[in-house]
């Protein structure tokens, strides 16, 4: 308690980090505010079934991302995900097509092109999503809406206003990454998922409290899982595999070179939350197509076990997505003939490896080899939700056991940590920890 009391005394001291912090928390109070002012002509005390709409099923992951402004009718409603879906689209795009490959090996200004392209494109889907979500709001909230309201009009306004609150999230997010502590987008995409917490905990509190016999032990039980998974997470996020490499000694005039045995670390899970990304994605198609308006009497057996994401099918489809795309990420983030020949040139070596493509070979078998684990770890974290749904813990809080939420939870809290334990290590002052410095995702893929 002491050393945590110090620690805050000395970030409070740097003066570029106290203002980083203060910042930070500026740009997230305006977010929060946001998601709390409703669309003009809607009235927020009749929205009850857009809640229990988004209380279960993927509306309520959608809702989580969000931050509840998807149920609120908020002007954030619609939140950063178009943002996200715009860059994986155009990160694919860079693999695919030799112009966007191109814009890649530009540098800096290439990557201005494919920053500003990314924004045209989440325009173009927020003007998709927009009416679609005013439609589903009518539809579940009709008696919300002013009686005397001109709908053509507006459908028209609403669009606009639900399109400028993403943008203005979008610019928030920047704000953060440029003034505050980094990581903007991830970090209110972070802040989105732990507003849910609160409620969502106190909610299943209130439920195994009440009931006959050992609902206290239960939710007990529940916070002691909870722990662990988030263990696990970090292992999971932070987790390396070392190849040592041995640099040959270079003689220039006087000086000696190189020598020295240094080590390569190979990320357990190098492609991070990205493929539970993906594969979300191609899994809310289904519900994509049924429409937000259908009803579940009128969804086929098929159509509901994949639009119910606590249905076994879902689950083993998802669960085999996220394998199939680590592989597919790791493939294209991580470049066997390049960190060969980079050594080469540098005269390293891996022990009892020949230099070149034997390296490059060897290379690529071990992140085989560790992908694998690693593949149907990041499975298992990402459908624990469904496991803790069977064992009776209500939907918003089993969220928090797992998935997309907990890996960014995960990732964004150490990246955080990280970037203030620069600042303090740079200033002279001890980090945040007695052993060892906090590893987060640096050199890595980001959350998003």
């Known amino acids: 308690m002491r050393r945590a009391i110090e620690t805050l005394k000395n970030i409070w001291k740097i003066e570029d980090l106290r203002q980083r912090i203060l910042i930070t928390i500026l740009f997230v109070a305006i977010y929060r505010f946001g998601s709390y002012v409703v669309?003009?002509?809607?009235?927020?005390?009749?929205?009850?079934?857009?809640h229990q709409q988004t209380s279960e099923?993927?509306?309520?992951?959608?809702?989580?991302?969000?931050?509840?402004?998807?149920?609120?009718?908020s002007i954030f409603a619609l939140g950063i995900m178009p943002y996200i879906s715009a860059s994986i689209v155009i990160q694919l795009l860079g693999i695919a097509v030799p112009y966007f490959q191109k814009m890649q090996r530009e540098g800096e200004s290439g990557r201005r092109k494919m920053n500003q392209l990314t924004r045209y494109l989440t325009i173009l889907i927020l003007l998709v999503q927009a009416p679609s979500y005013l439609l589903n709001l009518k539809m579940q909230a009709g008696l919300s809406l002013n009686a005397s309201l001109d709908w053509t009009l507006?459908?028209?306004?609403?669009?606009?206003?639900?399109?400028?609150?993403?943008?203005?999230i979008l610019w928030l997010g920047e704000r953060i990454t440029d003034k505050g502590i980094g990581n903007g987008i991830s970090l209110i995409i972070m802040i989105g998922i732990i507003a849910r917490l609160p409620q969502s905990f106190v909610q299943e509190l209130t439920s195994r409290v009440t009931e006959k016999a050992g609902g206290l032990v239960m939710f007990l039980i529940e916070i002691v899982v909870l722990l662990v998974v988030i263990a696990f997470a970090i292992l999971l996020v932070q987790g390396t595999r070392k190849i040592p490499v041995q640099y040959a000694k270079k003689i220039v005039g006087n000086k000696q070179y190189g020598g020295a045995r240094q080590y390569i670390p190979l990320k357990v899970n190098a492609a991070?939350?990205?493929?539970?990304?993906?594969?979300?994605?191609?899994?809310?198609?289904?519900?994509?197509?049924?429409?937000?308006?259908?009803?579940?009497?009128?969804?086929?057996?098929?159509?509901?076990?994949?639009?119910?994401?606590?249905?076994?099918?879902?689950?083993?489809v998802f669960a085999v997505l996220i394998i199939v795309f680590t592989y597919f990420y790791t493939a294209i983030t991580i470049n066997p003939t390049q960190m060969a020949e980079d050594m080469k040139r540098n005269n390293g070596f891996i022990p009892g490896i020949k230099?070149?493509?034997?390296?490059?070979?060897?290379?690529?078998?071990?992140?085989?080899?560790i992908t694998l684990p690693g593949s149907i770890f990041l499975a298992l974290v990402a459908i624990m939700p469904a496991f803790a749904g069977i064992f009776g813990v209500q939907a918003e809080f089993a969220q928090f056991f797992g998935g997309t939420s907990l890996l960014i939870l995960v990732g964004v809290v150490l990246d955080t940590l990280q970037q203030v334990e620069s600042h303090l290590l740079m200033r002279h002052y001890d980090g945040l920890l007695k052993s060892g410095r906090i590893k987060g995702r640096s050199g890595n893929i980001a959350a998003y």
């Open 272 to 316: 991070n939350v990205m493929p539970i990304i993906f594969a979300q994605a191609i899994m809310f198609i289904p519900i994509t197509f049924v429409g937000l308006t259908s009803s579940a009497g009128e969804m086929s057996g098929f159509m509901q076990a994949f639009t119910d994401h606590t249905s076994f099918w879902y689950n083993l």
């Open 57 to 73: 099923g993927l509306l309520a992951l959608l809702n989580m991302f969000s931050g509840g402004a998807f149920s609120n009718a």
């Open 154 to 168: 507006f459908m028209f306004t609403s669009t606009i206003i639900l399109a400028a609150g993403s943008m203005f």
């Open 355 to 369: 230099p070149g493509k034997n390296t490059a070979e060897y290379i690529d078998v071990i992140m085989s080899r």
């Open 39 to 50: 669309l003009p002509g809607i009235n927020p005390a009749m929205l009850t079934q857009l």
